[in-house]
């Protein structure tokens, strides 16, 4: 039953607090044009008031009219994201402070590139970026040097590009301070020592050149500083770089197999390239710990340089979460062994799972009190990761994901702020002053100086920020949001087991992985069938009534799910069997050569929606959503002969 504290949250299923919202629409438009009239209220109206009469002003409202019902019209074709019935992708509903908030902002359309273009609303992003570093435990008060800076971003992808940036900025510093620092400064002993050390290492030497330069008088200073920036990798690019320290190769990234494509193309954009991107083997969808040993310790030995580590908390397809503990554990004994490079946790999906974790105090909950809630969440592993994030260097949050909130949400947090000095580039038009001496908020005020974005939304920030107020990020308020997407995934997975056993005659069923969250996957395979490319029509066919279809009428869809594929490269070769066995599926069956049997399709659901159990009504979504799958195996296979052998789940 969804947790009555959640029913203010959203807009609802039916639009049920539309009063609201709309009392809310119109209290805070009236209220912007107040603002308006206010500002210098003896400049008369510039529109004449007399305008709206005129033929061409009708004829243009005509128009604006006629465009905004076609455009309302097609929008009728949208995903119904806020349904309980869509347990596609990564979105549901909008959190009702998030929405309000973000369309009481727009009319400001504030520019949170700098605070010249954005006083109130650049504030409240670095404000999130605290919020959020609070939740992942890292040292969230601006008055300390290492404190945590967040930002948000247009979305993962770009969250996950800023990890790779700032990570490489980090890496190849000491190289350049190396060779262009004052005979005296003390200096790592060769460049493949500067190359690797640990991320606090090279920060704490970041620091000590900071405080050195800050005492020389402002033109000696300007002087050693541009000798510095003249040697950075992001001065002279990557060949010029590697070019001149050839002891040096350009650093590989080591991210699990099941990593979002997101890491691809930040490979390509930073010009490492895509054969840089090393996948590291998993076990049960989540990253093997001791593959990433073994292949660190191999890197080691050839001397090929590690950029970052990526362990991803929440996965696209499967909702596992990586144990982050054992990939901090590795990444520092690699350091001990002379091989530094940085950990990032790419959280876009599970980032919000860490609000269950986190007392209002603060404090990290203890196993035994978050197992209380839930009938089997978390695992052991669950949440050692979750402890383990304030040990991680970097992490990716999407408030556009779990968060609830509109698009343009993504979030990057790093966990010392001192590094991102590295990221600054300038433009005197829009920042003023190098920024050397400010205090917190005033340096990251000038936003635009160390993000990918330039102008960027204010609006966007405003939700955010207003959400996480309204609900804040612990387990007594936001926590009861992906609590209650836990309990779902459990209902679903107990669900799945008496649906087996219905359909059992027809096909097999299986979850493939058991989930660390709230996506889960279903395969089937019809009853006696050995061949990979059977299965896979047989699943397209569930999948064809489940997917979005631009040219039907969204009524015309009972439930909308998503689908993913196993490719046995990713799974390896133990999971490959184990699932091929449990299907009864012929391996031999499957064909390189044949796009339709190269891999196995799955369904794919998301179970983010809070009113999955309408305990209200009586009604549960996810009894509903099994009988209607169902009632689709029966009409797709029809039910053998009697005295037939059939394959039991
Ligand atoms: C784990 C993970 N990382 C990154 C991304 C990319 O996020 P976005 O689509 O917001 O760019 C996704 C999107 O699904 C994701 O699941």
């Not at 347990?87 to 402070?97: R, T």
């Not at 994901?401 to 590295?422: N, S, W």
């Not at 609900?471 to 009861?480: Q, T």
């Not at 058991?514 to 069938?529: E, M, R």
Request: hydrophobic share 45%; glycine share 6%; proline share 7%.
């Amino acid at each position: 039953m969804t947790d009555p504290r959640l029913y203010p949250c959203f807009l609802g299923p039916y639009g049920e607090n539309d009063g609201l919202l709309e009392k809310l629409t119109v209290e805070f438009l009236r209220d912007h044009v107040y603002w308006r009239r206010n500002f210098h209220p003896e400049d008369p109206p510039a529109i004449p008031t007399h305008a709206a009469q005129q033929p061409q002003f009708m004829a243009f409202e005509a128009r604006l009219r006629r465009e905004l019902h076609t455009l309302s019209a097609a929008l009728k074709r949208s995903v119904p994201f806020h349904s309980p019935r869509y347990l596609g992708h990564m979105v549901s509903d909008l959190a009702l402070p998030g929405l309000a908030a973000q369309m009481l902002t727009l009319p400001y359309n504030p520019n949170n590139v700098s605070e010249d273009a954005a006083p109130v609303t650049i504030d409240l992003e670095i404000r999130v970026g605290l919020q959020l570093a609070r939740l992942f435990g890292y040292d969230d008060d601006p008055a300390h040097a290492g404190c945590a800076f967040g930002h948000l971003t247009s979305g993962g992808t770009v969250a996950n590009y800023q990890a790779l940036r700032l990570a490489l900025a980090l890496k190849a510093f000491p190289v350049a301070l190396r060779a262009a620092a004052p005979p005296g400064f003390a200096v790592p002993a060769d460049d493949w020592s500067a190359f690797n050390l640990a991320p606090r290492a090279g920060i704490a030497l970041l620091e000590r050149w900071t405080a050195w330069v800050a005492a020389l008088a402002p033109g000696a200073r300007r002087a050693w500083e541009k000798r510095v920036q003249d040697e950075r990798l992001e001065q002279l690019g990557l060949v010029a770089f590697f070019a001149r320290h050839p002891d040096l190769s350009p650093p590989v990234v080591l991210a699990p197999v099941t990593a979002h494509y997101s890491w691809s193309k930040g490979m390509k954009l930073l010009g490492l390239g895509r054969e840089q991107l090393l996948e590291v083997p998993e076990r049960g969808m989540r990253l093997d710990p001791r593959a990433l040993d073994a292949m660190l310790e191999d890197l080691r030995e050839r001397r090929r340089p590690v950029l970052l580590a990526v362990a991803v908390l929440g996965t696209t397809e499967f909702g596992t979460i990586d144990p982050v503990h054992e990939v901090v554990a590795s990444r520092d004994r690699a350091a001990h062994a002379g091989l530094g490079f940085s950990v990032h946790v790419d959280a876009a999906w599970g980032g919000y799972l860490a609000t269950i974790f986190r007392a209002a105090d603060g404090a990290l909950r203890p196993l035994d009190a978050v197992r209380a809630d839930f009938a089997t969440f978390p695992s052991e592993s669950t949440h050692a990761a979750m402890a383990a994030l304030p040990r991680c260097d970097s992490i990716t949050v999407d408030p556009h994901k779990m968060g609830y909130l509109p698009y343009g949400a993504g979030a990057f947090v790093a966990r010392d702020q001192r590094a991102m000095a590295l990221l600054v580039e300038d433009a005197d038009y829009v920042f003023a002053g190098d920024g050397a001496d400010d205090d917190y908020f005033t340096r990251f005020r000038k936003l635009g100086r160390f993000i990918l974005e330039g102008s960027k939304s204010g609006a966007a920030a405003a939700a955010v920020y207003v959400t996480h107020r309204v609900m804040p990020l612990d387990h007594e308020n936001f926590g009861r949001l992906p609590g209650e997407t836990i309990r779902s995934a459990g209902a679903f997975l107990a669900r799945a087991e008496r649906f087996a056993s219905d359909v059992a005659a027809l096909a097999t069923v299986r979850i493939p992985f058991a989930p660390d969250s709230n996506i889960v996957c279903l395969a089937l395979n019809p009853a006696g069938n050995a061949d990979v490319a059977r299965m896979n029509a047989f699943m397209r066919a569930l999948y064809d009534e489940l997917r979005c279809d631009p040219d039907k009428a969204v009524q015309a869809r009972e439930f909308y799910g998503s689908m993913t594929t196993l490719r046995p490269d990713a799974l390896g070769a133990a999971d490959t069997r184990r699932v091929f066995a449990e299907l009864g599926l012929d391996a031999a069956t499957l064909s390189g050569e044949d796009a339709d049997a190269d891999r196995l399709v799955i369904l794919r659901h998301t179970l983010m929606n809070p009113f999955l159990d309408d305990a209200e009504n009586g009604i549960s979504y996810i009894d509903l959503y099994f009988d209607y799958l169902e009632r689709r195996v029966r009409a797709l296979l029809p039910a053998p002969a009697a005295g037939t052998a059939s394959r039991a789940a």
